[in-house]
């Protein structure tokens, strides 16, 4: 099956910092999503990015299908966007697949 | 449009209790499952269904059962309750095939004592 893998798996950064997060996958998808677990451990959906580059604010993101890998950048950090990072896409048989997360802390 | 609604948001149960976790949504999505995150680990799945009348195991099924009875609904029942099923239990729900957009409810936090 598809296997998707995160780097870093921790990130301690202080406010204001700016920030790359990869997300590699071992096959061709047609599906990839980043979402942010804060705190509180909601999931918030941040980006549905198969192919493509997008922007919301200071976060966007860019997923390169035919090299297998999205990245999500972070601007101007601040504490808020702390919380873990994950990578999530499809198998084939339509199960959804979770990267293991970056782990995010922003210090003030 | 609520997305995905899952029931109770917090829930303590005693050891030996059983107890249902619900979960609807009204986009009118084929494809539902159910996953656990227990501290600082990742989502695994537990069940998932494809339509109605059609489920199928996860990674870590034992001690849960599920039925899709309607397009809507995909309850998640704990048959007798342990404490190795403390966990945070969220449900998601897609369009079935290529290029689906997941989407995810809010979480059910369910401690067992």
Same mark, same amino acid.
């Given at each position: 099956?598809?296997?998707?893998? &995160?780097?870093?798996?921790?990130?301690?950064?202080?406010?204001?910092?700016?920030?790359?997060? $990869?997300?590699?996958?071992?096959?061709?998808?047609?599906?990839? &999503?980043?979402?942010? &677990?804060?705190?509180?451990?909601?999931?918030?959906?941040?980006?549905?990015?198969?192919?493509? !580059?997008?922007?919301?604010? $200071?976060?966007?993101?860019? !997923?390169?299908?035919?090299?297998?890998?999205?990245?999500?950048?972070?601007?101007?950090?601040?504490?808020?966007?702390?919380?873990?990072?994950?990578?999530? !896409?499809?198998?084939?048989?339509?199960?959804?697949?979770?990267?293991?997360?970056? $782990?995010?802390?922003? $210090?003030? | 449009?609520? %997305?995905?609604?899952?029931?109770?948001?917090?829930?303590?149960?005693?050891?030996?209790?059983?107890?249902?976790?619900?979960?609807?949504?009204?986009?009118?999505?084929?494809?539902? +499952?159910? #996953?656990?995150?227990?501290?600082?680990?990742?989502?695994?799945?537990?069940?998932?269904?494809?339509?109605?009348?059609?489920?199928?195991?996860?990674?870590?099924?034992?001690?849960?059962?599920?039925?899709? +009875?309607?397009?809507?609904?995909?309850?998640?029942?704990?048959?007798?309750? @342990?404490?190795?099923?403390?966990?945070?239990?969220?449900?998601? +729900? +897609? #369009?079935?095939?290529? %290029?689906?957009? @997941?989407?995810?409810?809010? %979480?059910?936090?369910?401690?067992?004592?």
């Amino acid at each position: 099956g598809i296997q998707v893998e &995160q780097s870093p798996p921790d990130l301690i950064l202080q406010e204001g910092a700016n920030s790359t997060l $990869r997300c590699n996958f071992s096959d061709s998808v047609n599906n990839l &999503q980043w979402f942010h &677990q804060n705190p509180w451990g909601q999931l918030i959906n941040l980006f549905y990015i198969p192919s493509g !580059t997008k922007q919301n604010g $200071r976060l966007s993101a860019t !997923t390169v299908a035919t090299e297998r890998y999205s990245l999500l950048y972070i601007s101007s950090s601040q504490t808020t966007d702390s919380g873990v990072y994950f990578c999530v !896409t499809y198998s084939s048989a339509s199960k959804i697949i979770f990267g293991s997360g970056t $782990r995010l802390s922003i $210090r003030p | 449009n609520a %997305g995905v609604t899952q029931t109770p948001k917090f829930q303590v149960l005693k050891t030996g209790q059983s107890m249902t976790l619900q979960c609807a949504q009204d986009m009118n999505h084929e494809y539902m +499952s159910w #996953y656990r995150q227990d501290p600082g680990m990742g989502l695994r799945l537990i069940h998932y269904s494809v339509g109605a009348g059609i489920t199928d195991q996860g990674e870590v099924p034992n001690g849960y059962n599920v039925s899709r +009875s309607t397009t809507e609904d995909f309850p998640l029942r704990l048959l007798s309750a @342990a404490p190795s099923q403390t966990s945070v239990y969220f449900c998601a +729900s +897609s #369009y079935a095939g290529a %290029g689906a957009e @997941a989407f995810f409810g809010q %979480g059910t936090r369910l401690t067992v004592v």
